[in-house]
């Protein structure tokens, strides 16, 4: 079976994050990856967690207690384009994750936006590891989701080949949008 994006992302970051690594979710939402990159960067590790809604912070960490791993994550109720002020400058980054749209269960009206979200890659990308990799799942069968996918697909093609791979991924003959997903690899 082909993996869908969702899931070809985990098994990305189950390559590329070994303990001891820092990493970034930057939209926690309800902590899916949040837990999955805690168990990957160990004890000695540290992941970085963002979301603007304290309802999404307050459901991850419960589930980073029930499964030990609040230890090595710290979670900002903070948008991530502002992630710059929380992570200090001399952490280098093994990967960071960013699933779009809105909160499942949660509002609808709050969604992720192309400005924001390319502002918080921007910040991301100078301070990636070699090797070291940025994935965005994109969702855009909401309201406003064709605009922030348009947004990011318009600024990763524009990303220089010298630098980075950036590869599309998702399957092409889906009703409704699927989610696909981009990976960004620094070179
Ligand atoms: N669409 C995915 C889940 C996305 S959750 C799925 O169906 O599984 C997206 C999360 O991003 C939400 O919890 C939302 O609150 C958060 N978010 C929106 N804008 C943000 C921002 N600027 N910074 C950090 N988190 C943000």
Redesign the pocket.
């Known amino acids: 079976m082909i993996e869908n994006a969702l899931s070809y992302s985990h098994s990305l970051l189950k390559r590329t994050v070994i303990n001891g690594d820092n990493v970034i979710d930057?939209?926690?939402?309800n902590g899916g990856d949040t837990v999955l990159l805690a168990k990957l960067v160990g004890k000695t590790g540290h992941v970085f967690g963002?979301?603007?809604?304290s309802q999404?912070i307050k459901t991850t960490k419960e589930k980073l207690v029930l499964t030990s791993l609040l230890e090595q994550v710290t979670l900002y109720n903070e948008?991530?384009?502002n992630l710059d002020l929380f992570i200090p400058k001399t952490i280098e980054i093994a990967a960071a994750v960013f699933?779009?749209?809105?909160?499942?269960k949660?509002d609808k009206q709050?969604?992720?936006?192309g400005e924001?979200t390319i502002q918080a890659v921007e910040t991301i990308l100078p301070r990636l590891r070699k090797g070291g990799l940025l994935l965005l799942t994109v969702?855009s069968g909401h309201p406003g989701g064709e605009i922030e996918k348009d947004a990011i697909l318009n600024f990763s093609k524009r990303l220089s080949q010298d630098l980075y791979s950036v590869l599309y991924y998702g399957f092409i003959n889906q009703k409704n949008s699927p989610p696909f997903l981009i990976v960004i690899e620094k070179k």
């Open positions: 930057a939209t926690v939402g963002f979301d603007i809604q999404a948008g991530h384009e699933n779009l749209g809105y909160l499942p949660g709050i969604i992720t936006k924001t969702y």
